[in-house]
T-cell receptor, first 111, second 117 residues
């Protein structure tokens, strides 16, 4: 089945850029998603990218997709303390509309 | 935007009792909703897919008699944890699928924290 991996932790200084990486095994997902989870809260959809795109920019967020390497990344420009959270990438399990979530990356922004 | 609510946001109950959690899509209709469970510092684990007007589809290893799901309308799905035990304590999150099939997007509720004493 689909396997989605992320690095567990990332620490950056306020104002720097953050890059959160995700690798996956199943390349059939039509869309790939990035969600943000703050402590004790549900998941907030940040952005998504269609599988035939290689880049999408949305204000401070840039998503890069390398289908050949099955690698997805989320870049947050000018990272703020409010960006501290857990970030999950997700894709669709093959032939279904069920999401497979990555392991989550805990981003800590230092003031 | 697409808003999904859950109620209650947290609940404490005694072992052996049943707890019902509601998931509502507030500004869109959702034929399909999903129920997840999240353990501390872990990712989300899909428990079941809830389909309006039909039986839920459970993931492998999830007891359907313990976790009862009802999706009676296009905006409401409920998860009932029956005869709850301390090991059922967890963070339960629902999502609602907006759009159709593979082109749809899941929008998540804020989660319900369950503590079984």
């Amino acid at each position: 089945g689909e396997d989605v991996e992320q690095s567990l932790f990332l620490s950056v200084r306020e104002g720097d850029s953050s890059v959160i990486n995700c690798t996956y095994t199943d390349s059939s997902s039509t869309y790939l998603y990035w969600y943000k989870q703050e402590p004790g809260a549900g998941l907030q959809l940040l952005t998504y990218i269609f599988s035939n795109m290689d880049m999408k920019q949305d204000q401070r967020l840039t998503v890069l997709l390398n289908k050949k390497d099955k690698h997805l990344s989320l870049r947050i420009a000018d990272t703020q303390t409010g960006d501290s959270a857990i970030y999950f990438c997700a894709g669709l399990a093959s032939g279904t509309y069920k999401y497979i979530f990555g392991t989550g990356t805990r981003l800590k922004v230092l003031a | 935007g697409a808003v999904v609510s859950q109620h209650p946001s947290w609940v404490i109950c005694k072992s052996g009792t049943s707890v019902k959690i509601e998931c509502r899509s507030l500004d869109f209709q959702a034929t399909t909703m999903f129920w997840y469970r999240q353990f501390p510092k872990q990712s989300l684990m899909l428990m079941a897919t809830s389909n309006e007007g039909s039986k839920a589809t459970y993931e492998q290893g999830v007891e359907k008699d313990k976790f009862l799901i009802n999706h009676a309308s296009l905006t409401l799905s409920t998860l009932t944890v029956t005869s709850a035990h301390p090991e059922d304590s967890s963070f339960y999150i629902c999502s609602a699928l907006r759009g159709q099939g593979l082109s749809g997007t899941q929008y998540f509720g804020p989660g319900t924290r369950l503590l079984v004493l």
